[in-house]
């Protein structure tokens, strides 16, 4: 989950595209390639219109690729975060 909700809450695949699009920023990868979906279409289209990705057709048939706009970013990559690695173990 994103560490400040965004306003109107999104959809679960709207929230599991910006998750997959922020874990692959965190590992270097600025952008990320999804199977072309009616549904993963649907939900990219709702995340640029607020501004959060932007997307175009990927370079293999039927896939789509998407990358975060600053305003992405911004929600979902903190400077706080830290990997489960290298969190604390609990007891």
């Known amino acids: 989950m994103p560490q400040q909700p965004i306003p109107d809450r999104l959809t ?7 998750e ?15 199977d072309d979906h009616s549904a993963i ?10 501004g959060l990705v932007t997307w175009k057709s990927g370079i293999t048939e039927n896939t789509l690729r998407a990358w975060m706009t ?6 979902y990559v903190t ?13």
């Open 70 to 75: 600053e305003a992405g970013r911004a929600e």
């Open 20 to 34: 997959v699009l922020a874990a692959r920023f965190r590992l270097g990868e600025r952008t990320w390639t999804f």
């Open 79 to 91: 400077a706080d975060y830290v990997p489960p690695i290298l969190r604390p173990e609990e007891p």
């Open 41 to 50: 279409r649907k939900a990219m289209r709702v995340l640029e219109e607020r």
């Open 12 to 18: 679960p695949t709207q929230d599991l595209i910006m």
